[in-house]
């Protein structure tokens, strides 16, 4: 196992028997997501769970659910988390690697 999946079991698969609310919860503490974000992620979570254990009332009473009308929010808040993860971890990676590279001898000088 590598320090960074060491790291990540210790500080954020520790926070919840679930994968995705132990990160949800990361996310939240680090400030790439707020309250109001979690509340979107719930909507189509409850949409969904809705779909899945009441299909027979579902079918019974007819169209109604909301899941359509929120895809929109839930592709907003994948791009939200994707953005901050690309500007505050694998920016810094590119950076620090370069960094690192310039440092060896015989590497060649990197422009800034």
Known sequence: ??????AYKQKVLSRNRSTL?????????????????LGTF??????????AHGMPQ?????????YPALFPDLVALLRKVETWWIVNVQIRRMRTSTA???????SPPVQS
């Open 58 to 66: 579902l079918v019974l009473a007819g169209p109604g659910f909301e």
């Open 21 to 37: 609310y132990a990160s949800l919860s990361w996310l939240g503490e680090i400030g790439a997501i707020d309250q109001a974000d």
């Open 1 to 6: 196992m590598t320090r960074t999946a060491i």
């Open 42 to 51: 719930e909507k189509p979570k409850e949409s969904r769970n809705q779909i």
């Open 100 to 106: 690192r590279r310039s440092m060896k001898p015989g």
